[in-house]
């Protein structure tokens, strides 16, 4: 059982959901370094937290970061199983209810790996006083270290496997005394609200929400045991029961907890920042995308692969959000919305997003990824010294220091820079005499500035036209489109370009040649389908044409 249930969780978060993993590493920086050690440790429950952000370095490989709590479940339940007094099926298997809870609070992309470790650390802790005489000195004292070792949630679970062997009231009552006597010399020693250091400063990313599942993972490892009496046997219905509601508790929890939508929007950003775009494409005809942030990673990938004109509308269009996130307030959508910006060669909006994706992490961390970011972008800059400010604690992570390390000699050799395959092409397509911050809902002038002093980058003229194609705006449409540079005229550009000579002509007689006889005449179906089909009708034929888009452009704003 202990096998099946491992390899179910690992397949889960190796297959399901690989992508939060990568958003546990990415909003963090693991450094190896005494200062980063003793800043850590040195609050509540601060070797758990050091032990998990260790552990969650790993995670920048899904399949390790699977593994890893694949393992720290199997842990969870073994050593819970050791602390139960009753040895037969029904034992064993109730051994996996905190596991479980564990888990699937792990699915949240908000709890921290640090619940696994002061879980682990607790349950270990109780076997090694499990044979002592004095159980009240040694549960006191254990209680304490514990405490700032692995913060309150370890101990809960060290009480109640210490309990569940002694059975003793008088000595878990000194171990909860303990806790409470350490949380209040605790409140005048750092500046943490009462609350925060009787829950746990380091168990989600959000310090000021205490997570529910930990704490019941907690309780049920004190409660189960005293339920598991030795002069009881359950029969095999019972077993069997158990089982199926073990079983069936932890993957329909897993899939219940895990949010699709987030998954969705890792996927999308960590592709387009590691330029996969044909994963990307993959992906989106296998389902459409479902929020603006993964479109604006989808459309990065048509352009960057030349099929932005062909193939924008083949997937449902939501306006200029699409092509350009707005920055907000938070730490998730400005990583994505800054990997179009650095694509496009946006230096110093790129910067400014990723800038404050990291300032406003919930937990204050720092992360690797932005760190690498800045770092790219101030030296496409030719700021030289800040961008090897943001290079020297890379060169105390584990993933990042051979980088690191590569991109420092380019600094001193900064002439190499321009010759560089990806950073030669960033400063190429710099604005040289434009450098400012533009706002996403303004993109016009900046984008035709840089059609205009990087006239063969069509990645930034798709971009220019697609903005005019999803605002509607037909007479900027026709100013900026210049069929010379295309060998074929994409579809979407045709059928924007006859709708707009509709609205003064009556037939297509004297069209321009770029706009082909089958796009004519699908305009004229289309034109007698809208007059006499209903929506739903409609929509399954032409949802796929400019033309669609732009009927439905009011209601899509609204």
């Not at 405490?147 to 062997?165: N, Q, R």
Request: include cysteine; aromatic fraction near 16%.
């Amino acid at each position: 059982m202990s096998v099946v249930t491992g390899i179910g969780v690992f397949l889960f978060f190796a297959l399901i959901q690989p992508y939060q993993l990568r958003s546990q590493e990415m909003y963090q920086m693991f450094l190896f370094t005494s200062d980063y050690f003793r800043s850590v440790v040195c609050l509540p429950g601060g070797l758990a937290d050091y032990a998990g952000r260790f552990l969650t370095q790993f995670m920048l490989y899904p399949w390790i970061g699977a593994l890893i709590v694949c393992l720290l479940f199997t842990s969870v339940q073994q050593l819970t199983f050791t602390h139960i007094v009753r040895r037969d099926m029904l034992a064993y298997t109730v051994s996996f209810v905190p596991a479980v809870l564990l888990t699937v609070s792990f699915c949240n992309m908000d709890t921290l790996l640090s619940v696994f470790v002061a879980a682990v650390t607790g349950l270990a802790a109780a076997i090694c006083i499990r044979f002592s005489k004095r159980l009240a000195v040694f549960e006191i004292a254990a209680s304490v270290v514990l405490y700032f070792l692995s913060g309150s949630l370890g101990v809960v679970f060290f009480i109640g496997a210490c309990h569940a062997h002694h059975r003793r009231v008088l000595p878990t009552l000194c171990g909860l005394a303990a806790i409470l006597a350490s949380v209040i010399v605790s409140r005048y020693i750092f500046n943490f609200q009462f609350v925060r250091l009787l829950c746990g400063i380091h168990y989600s990313r959000y310090h000021d929400t205490v997570p529910l599942l930990p704490w019941l993972a907690a309780a049920s490892a004190v409660a189960l045991p005293l339920f598991m009496k030795n002069d009881r046997t359950a029969g095999p219905a019972w077993s069997t029961a158990a089982v199926l509601v073990v079983s069936v508790g932890l993957f329909a929890g897993m899939f219940a907890n895990r949010n699709a939508e987030w998954e969705e929007i890792f996927r999308y950003s960590t592709l387009a920042g590691e330029s996969q775009w044909n994963k990307i494409l993959r992906s989106a005809l296998r389902r459409n995308p479902s929020t603006e942030i993964s479109l604006s990673c989808l459309n990065l990938a048509l352009a960057e692969t030349g099929q932005l004109g062909n193939c924008m509308f083949q997937f449902r269009q939501n306006g200029q959000n699409g092509l350009f996130y707005p920055y907000r307030r938070e730490h998730i959508s400005p990583i994505p919305a800054s990997v179009v910006y650095w694509n496009l060669g946006f230096m110093n909006t790129c910067q400014r997003f990723t800038f404050a994706a990291e300032e406003v992490i919930p937990d204050y961390q720092k992360s690797s990824w932005c760190h690498r970011r800045l770092a790219e972008v101030f030296l496409v800059k030719g700021q030289y010294d800040v961008a090897r400010k943001y290079l020297e604690p890379l060169k105390y992570t584990l993933f990042y220091r051979s980088w690191a390390v590569e991109t420092e000699k380019l600094l001193d050799n900064p002439e190499q820079i321009d010759s560089h395959t990806v950073y030669g092409e960033k400063r190429r397509c710099d604005l040289k005499e434009h450098r400012s911050l533009y706002s996403s809902q303004d993109m016009y002038t900046p984008l035709y500035q840089y059609c205009q002093e990087n006239p063969e980058n069509m990645v930034l003229r798709q971009y220019l036209l697609g903005l005019c194609l999803l605002n509607a705006d037909m007479d900027r449409f026709v100013g900026f489109l210049q069929p010379e540079l295309f060998r074929e005229m994409p579809v979407s550009y045709q059928e924007a370009y006859i709708l707009y000579w509709s609205r003064d002509h009556d037939s297509a007689y004297g069209i321009p040649s770029f706009v082909s006889e089958r796009t004519v005449n699908n305009f004229m179906s289309f034109t007698t389908a809208a007059m006499s089909m209903s929506e739903a009708s409609l929509q399954q034929r032409y949802s796929h044409t400019y033309w669609y888009y732009f009927i439905n452009y009011d209601d899509r704003q609204n």
